[in-house]
């Protein structure tokens, strides 16, 4: 099949290719972003690959359609960015890579958790510059402390487990409670609680109607005083400007976010030489106690080479007319609920 990647970096081509040898399929890459504007490009090609950062609106979908397209494989778990109804009505298939990083995520956020605590990336600048004094970089023990985990899928449970080893407590928040979370002796509780009473909250849930600003000033001014937050979801579960307050205000005390809701326009790009406009960003990079990456949570060897491996097994489903796990259904009454990577 000819396929059109979108949203290319040499590190997708170089896993994409791997997993390509034979070659079963023509790939040819496209470094833009798939949008109506670069939809064009896609003339042609049966399949289009895209990441999380492209967007499948409707008059995208109708761009590619128009084309010949008739197949959206997702190389990203979310699928907050397509259409579903635009593509159901365009019979176009939408198949995505549900679980392809777990690990690598839990792990990121604990490296957060880590750093924002003990300091870390303060020290390794104070070093370099030959500055050995300890002074401001007090931290606390982990063993004790209590953790809320909102959203209990396979990552949620992942950071259950790690922050377990480390000696804490777990609160939990699910529409689905995960009985392996609570063999590990999770608490579920409803969302208050576990505001009120967690030490450091921790967000693994994915971005629908329902989630979209969970984290506000209503949920913020219930949290315990200098509470530490943590997102390696997706940005706009997080209202920016409330968690700016709350940082103002002292009632969050430390923030590691690796996603943010404005992300498009900055993530995964070399903008080291240009002037940043986004001024919400510039100010959560002027708090010593905010830790940001750039969307780099999945980014290990085995996610990538999962997310190919993956995606082309979703194509020969399709393609090959057998039914596909990883197909995602227009549902018009069931809202979407997705594991987020």
Same mark, same amino acid.
């Given at each position: 099949? !000819?396929?059109?990647?979108?949203?290319?970096?040499?590190?997708?081509?170089?896993?994409?290719?791997?997993?390509?040898?034979?070659?079963?399929?023509?790939?040819?890459?496209?470094?833009?972003?798939?949008?109506?504007?670069?939809?064009?490009? +896609?003339?042609?090609?049966?399949?289009?690959?895209?990441?999380?950062?492209?967007?499948?609106?409707?008059?995208?979908?109708?761009?590619?359609?128009?084309?010949?397209?008739?197949?959206? +494989?997702?190389?990203?778990?979310?699928?907050?960015?397509?259409?579903?109804?635009?593509? +159901?009505?365009?019979?176009?298939?939408?198949? $995505?890579?549900?679980?392809? &990083?777990?690990?690598?995520? +839990?792990?990121?956020?604990?490296?957060?958790?880590?750093?924002?605590?003990?300091?870390?990336?303060?020290?390794?600048?104070?070093? $370099?510059?030959?500055?050995?004094?300890?002074?401001?970089?007090?931290?606390?023990?982990?063993?004790?402390?209590?953790?809320?985990?909102?959203?209990?899928?396979?990552?949620?449970?992942?950071?259950?487990?790690?922050?377990?080893?480390?000696?804490?407590?777990?609160?939990?928040?699910?529409?689905?409670?995960?009985?392996?979370?609570?063999?590990?002796?999770?608490?579920?509780?409803?969302?208050?609680?576990?505001?009120?009473?967690?030490?450091?909250?921790?967000?693994?849930?994915?971005?629908?109607?329902?989630?979209?600003?969970?984290?506000?000033?209503?949920?913020?001014?219930?949290?315990?005083? $200098?509470?530490?937050?943590?997102?390696?979801?997706?940005?706009?579960?997080?209202?920016?400007?409330?968690?700016?307050?709350?940082? !103002?205000?002292? !009632?969050?005390?430390?923030?590691?976010?690796?996603?943010?809701?404005?992300? &498009?326009?900055?993530?995964?790009?070399?903008?080291?030489?240009?002037?940043?406009?986004?001024?919400?960003?510039?100010?959560?990079?002027?708090?010593?106690?905010?830790?940001?990456?750039?969307?780099?949570?999945?980014?290990?060897?085995?996610?990538?080479?999962?997310?190919?491996?993956?995606?082309?097994?979703?194509?020969?489903?399709?393609?090959?007319?057998?039914?596909?796990?990883?197909?995602?259904?227009?549902?018009?009454?069931?809202?979407?609920?997705?594991?987020?990577?």
């Amino acid at each position: 099949m !000819k396929i059109a990647v979108f949203s290319t970096k040499s590190y997708d081509r170089q896993f994409l290719e791997a997993a390509n040898s034979s070659p079963q399929h023509e790939l040819v890459f496209f470094e833009p972003r798939l949008n109506r504007n670069t939809a064009i490009l +896609a003339a042609g090609f049966p399949a289009v690959c895209v990441f999380v950062h492209d967007l499948v609106d409707a008059p995208t979908l109708k761009i590619l359609a128009s084309g010949g397209t008739r197949l959206i +494989a997702l190389r990203c778990a979310g699928f907050n960015n397509v259409d579903l109804q635009a593509a +159901a009505d365009l019979g176009i298939k939408v198949v $995505r890579v549900p679980a392809y &990083s777990p690990y690598g995520v +839990a792990e990121h956020a604990v490296g957060l958790i880590l750093s924002l605590n003990r300091k870390i990336h303060h020290a390794y600048n104070r070093v $370099r510059e030959s500055n050995f004094s300890l002074s401001g970089l007090l931290g606390f023990n982990l063993n004790g402390r209590t953790v809320g985990i909102i959203g209990t899928g396979r990552i949620g449970l992942i950071l259950g487990q790690i922050m377990k080893g480390f000696g804490c407590n777990i609160l939990a928040y699910d529409v689905y409670r995960n009985a392996e979370l609570e063999k590990l002796g999770g608490k579920y509780v409803e969302l208050p609680e576990l505001f009120a009473n967690s030490d450091i909250i921790s967000l693994h849930c994915p971005l629908m109607p329902e989630t979209h600003h969970l984290i506000n000033a209503e949920s913020i001014a219930q949290m315990k005083p $200098r509470v530490m937050l943590i997102n390696t979801s997706r940005g706009a579960l997080i209202d920016t400007q409330a968690v700016i307050d709350g940082l !103002k205000s002292h !009632k969050i005390g430390f923030l590691g976010v690796d996603v943010y809701e404005q992300e &498009s326009e900055l993530f995964f790009e070399d903008l080291s030489g240009e002037i940043i406009q986004d001024d919400v960003f510039l100010r959560l990079t002027t708090f010593p106690n905010v830790l940001i990456t750039g969307h780099q949570a999945f980014f290990t060897e085995e996610a990538l080479y999962n997310i190919a491996e993956t995606t082309f097994a979703n194509i020969a489903d399709i393609e090959q007319g057998r039914a596909c796990a990883n197909e995602i259904s227009y549902q018009p009454e069931i809202p979407a609920k997705a594991q987020v990577s």
